[in-house]
């Protein structure tokens, strides 16, 4: 996801990673990982097989099947990059955690997809601050194998960069990243499912977003999107639904300067409002009233 936090430089990574380059990729260093961080990473892909059938999409199960997601080891970058780049000419490269915006839009812009090359810690099996290879690579990863989905993740690479050198637009632009490519659902004929790789990436929202009456869940709509403001530290109070990846595709895909500076007016809404141009699929109870990252 875009940053939200502060970055290292380059240069004070070097300590840490002196092969670290301009655009912060590492070496992934494979062999490095010790046999309880390969635990932890089988251990969340159990979990996360155990609640996914029946609340993930189709497109992001059938993207894991095909990529051979194993899952007993964290995988190799490299191995598993000539799988994803012969089925949508995307790859993924290795870097040590976040990286500032203009890094990240680039990468994307070029078919590259950044992934912390660290897992996080046994404590930690329901939540971090920080986005490491278990969400990075089981939550993205698998929808880059869908064309019309890493069409999306490009032109949002190349809308970034845009958005950001053009019209200091990346508060808006940053809540459409969220809203679909972190906390998305998709509408299917046996009910919502989930695409979204913050939610199949976390046990306890993958159960919550598709189950859970508390939170809204709204039809997208790209303007409302990026009007509204998240949460980062919780689960969400509004996830936002599509139709199709296509639909998503189809309204993006259009020149957003006339929306940025319609959007640079006008009014911004909270995470749990809900509009009367709403077009609502649930409207949320609001009975979960959060602040417990332990129910992650
Ligand atoms: N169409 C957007 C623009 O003109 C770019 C974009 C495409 C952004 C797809 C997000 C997703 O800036
Ligand atoms: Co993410």
Not at 50 to 58: E, F, M, Q, T, Y
Not at 247 to 259: H, I, N, S
Request: hydrophobic share 40%.
């Amino acid at each position: 996801m875009p940053a939200m936090a502060s970055i290292a430089s380059v240069e004070s990574l070097k300590k840490k990673y002196p092969e670290i380059r301009d655009d912060y990729t590492i070496d992934q260093h494979w062999e490095r990982y010790s046999s309880v961080e390969h635990d932890i990473w089988h251990t969340l892909f159990e979990r996360q097989m155990n609640v996914l059938p029946g609340r993930a999409c189709k497109e992001f199960l059938d993207g894991l099947e095909r990529l051979k997601l194993i899952a007993d080891q964290i995988p190799e970058f490299e191995r598993l990059s000539d799988q994803l780049e012969s089925l949508t000419g995307w790859r993924v490269v290795a870097v040590p955690s976040l990286v500032p915006d203009e890094i990240f839009f680039a990468h994307l812009a070029a078919r590259r997809f950044p992934v912390g090359q660290f897992i996080r810690k046994p404590a930690q099996l329901d939540y971090i601050e920080e986005p490491d290879v278990f969400h990075d690579f089981f939550g993205h990863v698998p929808m880059l194998a869908h064309p019309v989905f890493a069409n999306y993740m490009e032109a949002y690479g190349k809308g970034g960069l845009r958005a950001l050198t053009e019209f200091g637009a990346l508060k808006n632009l940053a809540r459409l990243y969220w809203y679909t490519v972190e906390f998305g659902l998709i509408e299917k004929p046996e009910g919502l499912r989930i695409y979204g790789s913050g939610i199949v990436s976390s046990r306890a929202e993958s159960i919550y977003a598709v189950e859970n009456p508390s939170p809204n869940r709204l039809h997208f709509n790209l303007e409302r999107v990026m009007r509204t403001e998240y949460r980062i530290d919780d689960f969400q109070e509004s996830y936002f639904v599509i139709g199709s990846f296509d639909e998503l595709f189809q309204e993006t895909y259009k020149d957003f300067a006339p929306l940025y500076r319609k959007l640079a007016e006008g009014p911004a809404y909270r995470p749990g409002d809900v509009l009367t141009a709403d077009r609502v699929h649930h409207k949320g109870t609001h009975a979960y009233v959060g602040g417990s990252h332990a129910a992650r």
